[in-house]
């Protein structure tokens, strides 16, 4: 067996072990490690949450104080804690969850991917695609402030999306965790500190 395959294996029986649907949450405990993204209290909007690992992982990080949402076309199954909750549904049909638009939030996540095909500049492409959807929904619900975190395969169309995040976060980094399957071409920018773009400060 190749060590990448064994890798898998490990973290896989590992997030059985302490009972999270997937793998993928040791991908946000890295990045709550490396740049504290989260806080006790935060409220928390996971885009693709399904499974329901990230959900999970980030109710418990923000406590009973904090609250989680998440929304995937596919239905989450698993027992989630008392402060987070999951929909079944579109993000590009978000408006039909959020009729309130005053609800905001201190962090939106997502570890959305396409349906691969094969073909790298396809799946980058569709990457893409998702990515800008999420930083759309991100500017619309993070207060001023508030965190990104976002995945994106490495593609032709990165450096614009690197760049459309710079415009919009104070502080931007791309970061990709151990835990990541070495061969992937995922990566994540992580922007933090929502510029509000509709202020009038003379002195930015």
């Known amino acids: 067996m190749k060590a990448k395959q064994k890798w898998a294996d490990h973290l896989t029986e590992k997030a059985k072990h302490d009972n999270y649907p997937a793998r993928s949450v040791y991908k946000l405990m890295?990045?709550?490690?490396?740049l504290s993204i989260m806080k006790k209290g935060s409220r928390v909007l996971?885009?693709?949450?399904?499974?329901?690992s990230w959900l999970i992982y980030s109710a418990q990080t923000i406590g009973k104080q904090g609250d989680a949402f998440g929304i995937d076309l596919q239905k989450v199954t698993v027992p989630l804690p008392s402060n987070a909750t999951a929909l079944q549904g579109d993000i590009f049909d978000l408006d039909k969850f959020y009729p309130d638009t005053g609800t905001k939030y201190d962090v939106v996540l997502s570890d959305m991917a396409p349906a691969t095909t094969g073909r790298k500049d396809i799946d980058a492409a569709k990457s893409f695609e998702l990515c800008?959807?999420?930083?759309?929904v991100a500017c619309e619900l993070l207060v001023e402030g508030?965190?990104?975190?976002?995945?994106?395969?490495?593609?032709?169309?990165?450096?614009?999306?690197e760049h459309n995040v710079k415009s919009n976060f104070r502080q931007c980094t791309i970061f990709k965790p151990e835990s990541?399957?070495?061969?992937?071409?995922?990566?994540?920018?992580i922007g933090k500190g929502k510029i509000n773009l509709m202020s009038n400060d003379p002195n930015p």
């Open 30 to 34: 890295e990045i709550q490690k490396k």
């Open 46 to 52: 996971d885009l693709g949450c399904a499974p329901g």
């Open 132 to 136: 800008e959807a999420a930083l759309k």
């Open 146 to 161: 508030g965190n990104f975190v976002c995945k994106i395969f490495q593609g032709s169309e990165f450096k614009q999306f």
């Open 180 to 189: 990541c399957r070495k061969a992937s071409k995922e990566i994540y920018i």
